[in-house]
């Protein structure tokens, strides 16, 4: 079964760097792109940026453009998500979202991060 | 702000029928992009519910029903049950912004 499972999130401050991970598994990992989405404390889900199947592609929300750098390893079936300048406000859980066309059709459960001095 | 419109909240009694609106622009939904529609449960992770309009996953049943009109879409619930108590977001593309879209979510109660 289709599995992804966020990594790497904790508490950081502000100016700072972070690397989230998402470990897929059940599926053809290399032939699908894939995006990270947060979801800030009490809040609604916000898209932040999407990597096509073979990396050749990255786009991103205006919010984390310039700050952050999603990537992937097919060999490792591995996402990655390289956050710096970290904000107060990029203090949300994070989800890595399989797309299946432009829907998402598995999540992972999230990781937290907290931007915090 | 979201760039898609939904109410912030939605009631409904077991057994009754309720629906969610989900409002784009001519940039996303108005131009023909598809909405789909996802169901959080408190403390999970978002789940896809409804896919290219109204389309089912595999495992969601057809009390949940979505449809598309113009620039925007709704999603529909029959015969609610308690178990239907979530937030529900609805999602599609916007082509100004080069990305994926949320609505601000629709909390929905059971009474």
């Known amino acids: 079964q289709v599995q992804l499972v966020e990594s790497g999130g904790g508490v950081v401050q502000p100016g700072r760097s972070l690397r989230l991970s998402c470990a897929a598994s059940g599926f053809n990992f290399s032939s699908y792109a894939m995006h990270w989405v947060r979801q800030a404390p009490g809040k609604g889900l916000e898209w932040g940026a999407v990597?096509?199947?073979?990396?050749?592609?990255?786009y991103y929300a205006d919010s984390v453009k310039g700050r952050f750098t999603i990537s992937r390893d097919n060999s490792k079936n591995t996402l990655y998500l390289q956050m710096n300048s970290l904000r107060a406000e990029d203090t949300a859980v994070y989800y890595c979202?399989?797309?299946?066309?432009?829907?998402?059709?598995?999540w992972g459960q999230g990781t937290l991060v907290t931007v915090s001095s | 702000q979201s760039v898609l419109t939904q109410p912030p909240s939605v009631s409904g009694a077991p057994g009754q029928r309720v629906t969610i609106s989900c409002t784009g622009s001519s940039s996303n939904i108005g131009a023909g992009y598809d909405v789909h529609w996802y169901q959080q449960l408190p403390g999970t992770a978002p789940k896809l519910l409804i896919y290219?309009?109204?389309n089912w996953p595999s495992g969601v049943p057809d009390r949940f029903s979505g449809s598309k009109s113009g620039t925007s879409a709704s999603l529909a619930i029959t015969g609610l049950q308690a178990e239907d108590e979530a937030d529900y977001y609805c999602?599609?593309?916007?082509?100004?912004?080069?990305?994926?879209?949320f609505g601000g979510g629709t909390k929905l109660t059971v009474l």
């Open positions: 979202a399989r797309s299946d066309d432009d829907y998402f059709d598995f």
């Open positions: 290219a309009n109204s």
């Open positions: 990597i096509l199947y073979d990396g050749s592609n990255q």
């Open positions: 999602q599609s593309y916007d082509s100004s912004l080069s990305g994926s879209v």
